[in-house]
């Protein structure tokens, strides 16, 4: 990704709080009609029949990496389509920016991650470990903000280790705990590159060794930059894993495996619509439009959308425009 996956989320409580005065005076430096108008000439598909959102005005929000984009752009065109007039005010900097538009009702919609929620916004230490009951615990303490939450996506932006499908001829890892094992069978094997915010986080490099009793050599760690760890793991010569976030286009470009998180040890990350709840209120139609959206995004669909940006160089919106229509969600053109 663009602007690097070890920055797009502030998990600290402490670090949400510094992040929260930089977002606040961020927003009031935009203003509150910074964005642009979308111009899309879209019409209803299988969304937006009847044009159930004609003379409503409506802001859309995201934060500022590849993916979060791609999905707040979907919402702005779905919107669009159903026949709103929309400003879109995708690409902000950080994840309290966008948060803040939406609680503040500076903007309308936004695609946000349960886990993200939970632990920053929410200040919840302890993550659930099902994703239904997750989704469920946030959008529910999430009403007192002003906050509603439509159903969650199975797009789960998480992290995991990876290996190179070439190496995994050989070792044939499918989980977490396969590699737990052939540390302890073979611990010179395992060599890892992990970017140096996993390895110093307790969610990270440490609390997963420790929950899947990882025998690791702290000779065989290598810390380097984010981007790098895709390119090392998949060249399969300084290191035979690697952290990454499960939704990267890069996996799938790189020819990388994924391994299941089968001890549920990492937080999910399901993307889910968030709206500022006056906005719902007035609009309770955007259900329909959105609920359809989120049952077809899942994590190798994202993987499939980030990698048509951050590979093949393609802009989020023009990626987020041609899916919808390939999926008869919207279709091109005037009525």
């Known amino acids: 990704m663009r602007d690097g996956h070890a920055r797009r989320r502030v998990r600290g409580v402490a670090s949400a709080a510094v992040a929260l005065l930089i977002g606040v005076a961020g927003l009031a430096g935009c203003g509150l009609k910074s964005g642009s108008p979308m111009v899309d000439d879209v019409v209803p598909g299988r969304l937006g029949i009847g044009r159930p959102l004609k003379g409503a005005s409506l802001t859309v929000t995201s934060k500022n990496f ?10 702005g ?24 538009a939406i609680v503040k009702g500076n903007a309308d919609a936004m695609y946000e991650y ?5 632990i920053t916004y929410l200040g919840k230490e302890k993550p659930v470990t099902d994703p ?46 396969d590699v737990a094992a052939l540390t302890r069978r ?19 490099l440490t609390g997963m060794a420790k929950a899947y009793g990882m ?41 990388l495996d994924t391994l299941v998180d089968d001890r549920h040890f990492f937080p999910v990350y399901d993307a889910a619509p968030e709206l500022h709840t006056a906005t719902y209120a007035k609009y309770p139609v955007i259900a329909k439009l959105l609920d359809p959206l989120s049952k077809r995004l899942n994590t190798p669909v994202a993987r499939e959308l980030n990698a048509q940006v951050d590979v093949a160089g393609r802009e989020p919106h023009e990626v987020a425009k041609k899916w919808l229509i390939k999926e008869g969600f919207i279709k091109e053109g005037r009525e």
């Open 114 to 118: 349960t886990g993200t929620a939970w």
């Open 66 to 75: 590849s993916e979060n984009i791609i999905l707040g752009e979907m919402i």
């Open 186 to 204: 073979d611990p010179s094997a395992v060599t890892l590159c992990v970017d140096n915010e996993f390895a110093s986080r307790d969610d990270g």
């Open 215 to 255: 025998k690791l050599r702290a000779a065989n760690i290598k810390k380097v930059d984010a981007g790098i760890v895709y390119t090392q793991v998949s060249k399969g010569s300084a290191c035979l894993l690697g952290d990454v976030y499960t939704t990267d286009g890069r996996i799938k470009a790189l020819r």
């Open 132 to 177: 239904r009951r997750q989704w469920q615990a946030v959008r529910d303490a999430d009403v007192a903000n002003g906050v509603t939450w439509l159903p969650r996506s199975t797009l789960n932006n998480t992290y995991s280790l990876a290996i190179s499908r070439a190496d995994n001829r050989k070792y044939r890892l499918r989980t977490l705990s």
């Open 77 to 100: 065109l779905i919107f669009k389509a159903a026949g709103a007039e929309v400003l879109d005010r995708t690409n902000l900097p950080g994840s309290i920016n966008a948060r803040e």
